[in-house]
């Protein structure tokens, strides 16, 4: 639930903490606005195409969260469409979020790149990206870094795949960062993962390890003297096979070489599974 509602075709906000919505000249504003709302939901016409949105926290932090009105034991209320959206009210930043925020601008600094947490980039008349640390790197690229961490909620965010490829189609290389195993094997983006850690530690300039995400292609020619199996038949086929080999990466060199683009997203199949991780540009090159 949110306390403020933006009206989109209106272009006006409306605050449910007060009688009149904090509009005194339109009497009767809820009523009307609630009875609208319900013969829209009579209608079958979707929560998205009422005009309702949250006002608050949702539209400051550049997202179009859609909410429809209800009446609860006489109390107004605005409620969101999603389960996602309704969780960033209740999760403040974590300490552990806000220091790794700080450790990506630091490091992406001592290599004199500019980066700031918190931003919206716009990418249409009403459309943005929320970044919570936008790296600006060699020649142009852009590192949109997501922390999504332990104190997030079970479920873990929802419309990852959108909002990453939103942000690719627009230049911004998603990275998402977490500190939880079930996250890192999501293959909805291209996920990193370092061990869970307090604050401290993770504010410290010391080694911060990543321990999934970044892998060293290990290319063979599949033959007599091959190490690994043939991943297509269960003989020897003779053609050219790539295994990923999971690789440490220190956190730091992450950020500065992902800026720099020595470090790049690929997507990798193996039968109908694509997996998404991070290697380096070397290996990119080699695997096209
Ligand atoms: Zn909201
Ligand atoms: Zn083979």
């Known amino acids: 639930m ?13 605050d449910l903490t007060r009688g009149d919505l904090g509009h005194e000249s ?61 969780q960033r009210h209740r999760a403040p930043l974590s300490d552990e979020h806000k ?34 640390t936008l790296v ?17 909620g079970a479920e873990g965010p929802r419309s990852v795949k959108a909002r990453a490829s939103k942000a690719a189609k627009h230049g911004i290389i998603p990275a998402w ?5 079930d996250y890192a094997r999501r293959t909805d983006t291209h ?8 604050a401290e530690v993770i504010a410290k300039t010391g080694d911060l390890r990543v321990v999934s995400g970044f892998r060293v292609l290990d290319f063979w020619r599949c033959g007599i003297h091959a190490l690994y199996r043939c991943p297509d ?7 050219r096979h790539v295994t990923p080999k999971p690789r440490d990466v220190l956190f730091d060199d992450l950020v500065r070489k992902t800026a720099a683009g020595l470090i790049v997203p690929i ?9 998404r991780f991070w290697v380096t540009d070397a290996d990119r090159d080699q695997g096209r």
């Open 2 to 14: 949110a306390n403020i509602v933006w009206h989109e075709k209106w272009g006006i906000e409306l």
């Open 26 to 86: 339109i009497p009767k504003l809820w009523e009307l606005l609630y009875q609208n709302d319900r013969i829209d939901a009579l209608r079958g016409v979707p929560v998205a195409k009422r005009g309702l949105q949250c006002g608050g926290v949702c539209r400051r932090a550049g997202v179009v969260a859609w909410m429809y009105l209800r009446e609860r034991g006489g109390r107004r209320e605005a409620v969101h469409e999603r389960a996602e959206d309704e």
């Open 99 to 132: 220091a790794y925020q700080e450790r990506i601008v630091r490091a992406a600094d001592s290599l004199g790149y500019p980066a700031n947490s918190e931003v919206r980039t716009a990418v249409g008349p009403r459309s943005w990206i929320q970044t919570d």
């Open 136 to 152: 600006q790197g060699e020649g142009g690229i852009r590192v949109g870094w997501e922390i999504q961490l332990s104190s997030a």
């Open 177 to 181: 960062h977490t500190d939880r195993s």
């Open 191 to 198: 996920w990193t993962r370092s061990d869970h850690l307090p």
């Open 233 to 239: 038949t269960p003989n020897r086929c003779g053609k």
């Open 267 to 275: 997507t990798h199949r193996t039968g109908s599974t694509t997996h």
